[in-house]
T-cell receptor, first 119, second 112 residues
């Protein structure tokens, strides 16, 4: 029981499909994140929401679109993906200090990830 | 210099051995340091935070060397179940809206 749940666990989609990844955290944290993990690469931060405000984007292509309706839920909407987008997508949450403080002072709690394959 | 750098390994050790990993970071202003463990095809899980004075949790000891800008993880009496990838994580840019930066990880393989 990680306290952070992600669905689906596995997803196969074509390049013209539209799908969404869902993340829910039950830890009462105020910051949520999307990370991408590709083979032989470090985890890459995609998006950060701190107190529901997006505070970091990291130049992610527009085919990835995040949504954070409240502090417990986070979505990643996918459309017209490329095969190189195939990876493990991890959601995480943390408890940060204030609305305007940069995230990164508290440890992250990860969900079990969505393994995405784009065909 | 990469923000967070680790030897990818693998480190192959027998059960009962002591093994140590280092991780270097580039920003001397970094303030938060962690070790995570990641099993194959699973999510990373927090192993331990790293405090300035060093800290220990059972068989695991973490240390921070600010002068040389590295953190270390020592595992004593290795178990088969310690086989995993160990990720070094640093708050690499604490001056702005920073988040934690992950190293590529060091793979540990403990054999019978």
């Amino acid at each position: 029981e990680t306290g952070v749940t992600q669905t689906p666990r596995h997803l196969v989609m074509g390049m013209t499909n539209k799908k969404s990844l869902k993340c829910e955290q039950h830890l009462g944290h105020n910051a949520m994140y999307w990370y991408k993990q590709s083979a032989k690469k470090p985890l890459e931060l995609m998006f950060v929401y701190n107190f529901k405000e997006q505070t970091e984007n990291n130049s992610v292509p527009s085919r990835f679109s995040p949504e954070c309706p409240n502090s417990s839920h986070l979505f990643l909407h996918l459309h017209t993906l490329q095969p190189e987008d195939s990876a493990l997508y991890l959601c995480a949450s943390s408890q940060e200090g204030t609305t305007r403080q940069g995230a990164g002072y508290s440890p992250l709690h990860f969900g079990n990830g969505t393994r995405l394959t784009v065909t | 210099r990469k923000e967070v750098e680790q030897d990818p390994g693998p480190f192959n050790v027998p059960e009962g051995a002591t093994v140590a990993f280092n991780c270097t970071y580039s920003n001397s202003a970094s303030q938060s340091f962690f070790w995570y463990r990641q099993d194959c095809r699973k999510e990373p899980k927090l192993l331990m935070s790293v405090y300035s004075s060093g800290n220990e949790d059972g068989r695991f000891t973490a240390q921070l060397n600010r002068a040389s800008q590295y953190i270390s993880l020592l595992i004593r009496d290795s178990k088969l179940s310690d086989s995993a990838t160990y990720l070094c994580v640093v708050n690499a840019d604490p001056s702005g809206y920073s988040t934690l930066t992950f190293g590529k990880g060091t793979m540990l393989l403990v054999s019978p």
